[in-house]
């Protein structure tokens, strides 16, 4: 099979395969990005309000560390953007090393590669093939957030240079994500990886944007590369020429690696550890393979909560105005604006540590895939074991990140206030989050339990509880949107007795978890 040929018929293979994550991803992204660019003409509308919002926001290090910091020309542009362009560029990141990793890595423990090279294909196609699926959903994101600016009515120059950097973006890291897969020997250890990497980029931006002291730092960061193309702000597009750069010199580092190495094989790989303790049993393996997404998932939810904490103690001058205060009170419930940001932030939260929950319960969907599933039943005879082992890891995992939540939180409330007594109620908010986070790993274990096909359902429902929390209070519907995610009914700091809402979301998560172990022992499973 020439290699020309191959690129093209692996192209339409792998472009069939991302459709749907590619799809719900740009659409997600987009908007999210249309919507609150829309809000912000209406929380910001006026000059004189932006210039107070930015002059607050500016004075704040927890807020230019997490969203950067804006330019005193205060264009109604940069403030729509504010928020999103920040998510986007990390999301688009992660979304298109994960696409470059399914298309490397991912085919060679399958064993799809094999059976490509085996019918012709060459080691270059398949290479190529990762980078050129990986930097059309690049290209997807940028000209899709291009256009829903442009419909919002932002100037054109802006709306481009926020597509043109969401590209950029995608490109260095599709590349990157294709680096990993050749340096390291398991999907979960190259995505691993990726995500440290997006995470030092972002932090090494942060830093840089918290203190003049360390405001070169971002010229070491991709993300300050992003950021320094100025959407709205008197565009600088040299920047892009720096993304381009890392990205040729990545690649260039890539492809020489798949070439020498075998398939199947790691360029680099950590000692044995087939002796470690932790496999010796069922919870102890479930955990030893999620350990290192635990500890991810738990730094940062730390990190985004000391964040949080930071920017309470300014929440008065920088959300003064009525409109935004409504936001708040939506998301957060009525009080003051410090509960409101609490309530609404533990809100985003519980969303992270439901993702971790569901995390864990669709690693029993991947060893299935990966054909691993019936060996292990095979020293496990009983699936209700197996599914509860990854239960128990999901549950109580959850209840310590929303633990660690709540204590931050409360510790940084502390500080600003020395209201010991608040404190608690902070906890108790964090922990209402909980029963949400059950409810959705239980609506995992119930599809994974009806068909192994359960990934993209799942996090598809995922993704539509995030857009409607998101998108509900942006959206003048009456909380109708909002009722339809069950974050909506947990406690807020200004209601804390939700009783009813917490035992029924309890008995629904029992009542699908018992049905999704039911339908679990009687379908049939991958063979090893």
Known sequence: MRTAHACATLLRLSFREDRVLAATWVVLLTTITWVSADATKDLYGSGQMRAAAVSALNAT??????????????????????????????????????????????GEESGRTDLL??????????????YVSASAVSVAFGAAASISLLAVGLPTAGALAVGAAWTMVGLLFASTGVLCAQVFGTVRAARSAIFVLIGCAYLIRALADSSSFLSWLRWLSPVGWAQQVRPFAEEQWWPLTLLGAATVVVALCGVPLARRR???????????????????????LVWRLIRTGFLTWAIGIAALSAVVGNVAANADSFLGNQAMADYLSRLGGSGAVVDSLYSAELGYIGLLAAAFAIYVILQISHEESARHLDLLLTATPSRRRWVTAHLLIAAGGSVVLMGTAGTVLATFDIVNTGDTGHAGHIIAASMGQVPAIWLMA?????????????????????????????????????????NLSPFSHTPTLADLDAVPATVFMLGVAAAATFAGIRAFDHRDVVPG
């Open 61 to 106: 290090p927890a807020v230019t560390a997490l969203y950067g910091r804006m330019s005193p020309t205060v264009s109604l542009g940069e403030m729509a953007i504010l928020k999103p362009f920040m998510m986007g560029t990390i999301a688009v990141g992660v979304i298109t090393a994960v696409i470059a990793i399914r298309h490397t890595r991912a």
């Open 262 to 284: 075998d398939v199947g094989a790691a360029s680099w790989s950590r000692p044995d550890e087939s002796t470690d303790e932790l496999i010796r049993t069922r919870s102890g």
């Open 117 to 130: 090279i085996a019918a012709g294909a060459a080691r270059n196609a398949l290479v190529i093939n990762a």
């Open 442 to 482: 239980a609506v995992a274990v119930l599809v994974y339990g009806l068909t192994r096909h359960a990934q993209a359902v799942v996090w598809a429902l995922l993704v539509a509880v995030v857009t409607t929390g998101i998108l509900g209070p942006l959206i003048d519907t009456n909380f109708a949107i909002e």
